[in-house]
């Protein structure tokens, strides 16, 4: 696989819908900037990691997508959702929701692995 192949504009618009699924859960948090910041900085030493260990950051796009989403998802479970939240809360109402976003962040991130995995 070469490099264009991972500028695929159906995997970047892919690894875009979890990210912005999480930036409404983000949204929707007390204290969301404080859960944005630490979302961050597991997203950064996430990627230090990659490139430690030699991974194409590009190949890694959906794993840190997924991430960035599954990081939101344990913000949403440890936090409850306040209910005169102006956010979207039709996708957020339940634990439930959550929990199978959470599951579909998995899949990004062994998305993301395999994919770096096969062109190392």
Do not use: Q
Request: aromatic share 10%.
């Amino acid at each position: 696989m070469t490099s264009l192949d991972l500028l695929k504009p159906w995997r970047l618009i892919a690894s875009l819908l979890p990210l912005l699924y999480s930036a409404l859960v983000i949204i929707a948090l007390r204290h969301s900037s404080d859960w944005l910041l630490l979302i961050c900085g597991v997203v950064l030493t996430a990627t230090y990691l990659a490139f430690r260990l030699e991974y194409p950051v590009l190949a890694l796009l959906p794993t840190f997508a997924g991430l960035f989403l599954l990081c939101a998802c344990i913000g949403a479970l440890i936090t409850d959702v306040p209910a005169d939240t102006s956010a979207a809360l039709i996708l957020i109402d339940s634990n439930v929701k959550i929990w199978i976003a959470a599951l579909v962040a998995g899949g990004f991130i062994g998305w993301g692995i395999h994919t770096a995995r096969k062109l190392t």
